[in-house]
């Protein structure tokens, strides 16, 4: 399944374009921690390390944008909103006793409202899904974003955070065989018109 990697403790954020992005606090606590983030006793390991791989992580292609439209969607002026997803960072902990590997996970994103738009707030709706190496879908659950305009204001930062993220390992089964995805949960025709159109980045 191809997807746009990130690295599982980035120390660095940085736009689709190598600028650096202002660092939110959420995912300055992910990323600053290195892969310290979990205590390693009481039968837990911090993920992380080459004998406790965390999954990888990223955006899956063709869904890290979403154009929201209006009527025939056929001009500019029928655009409600756009959006789209910067980085993905992520932590996980091996329990050693219940042979699991517990992920937590957060993404950035902004969002930009339109000349259609009959509201300044919306809903973006997104997805985390685990992939097995070799296999398809594991898991996928869907998560809202609520994104508010404030008055004059076009353009609206948002951030996610998904908190444990239960994986089973064993044997020769480790975070390695993992890919958790995550990108706008799209109708047909939104990723129909995301392979069509081409897209102009927000940031």
Request: proline content about 6%.
């Amino acid at each position: 399944m191809p997807f746009s990697p990130a690295p599982s403790c980035p120390t660095t954020l940085a736009s689709r374009t190598g600028r650096a992005m202002p660092v939110l606090a959420v995912l300055a606590a992910l990323a600053l921690g290195g892969c310290s983030w979990f205590g390693g006793g009481g039968g837990t390991k911090t993920g992380g390390t080459t004998l406790y791989p965390c999954p990888a992580v990223g955006v899956l292609n063709e869904t890290d944008h979403v154009t929201l439209l209006s009527g025939s969607g056929a001009d500019l002026t029928d655009v409600v909103a756009r959006a789209e997803i910067g980085k993905v960072v992520s932590k996980c902990e091996y329990d050693i006793d219940e042979s699991t590997i517990t992920v937590d996970l957060a993404f950035d994103g902004i969002a930009e409202i339109g000349p259609a738009a009959q509201s300044r707030e919306l809903t973006l709706n997104t997805f985390v899904a685990v992939t097995r190496r070799y296999s398809a879908f594991d898991k996928k659950q869907v998560y809202e974003v609520p994104v508010v305009f404030e008055p004059g204001q076009r353009q609206v930062r948002f951030v996610k955070t998904v908190d444990g993220t239960v994986l089973p390992y064993g044997g020769q089964a480790d975070g390695s065989i993992y890919q958790i995805l995550v990108g706008f949960q799209l109708t047909p025709e939104q990723l129909e018109y995301n392979r069509r159109v081409s897209y102009n980045p927000i940031r």
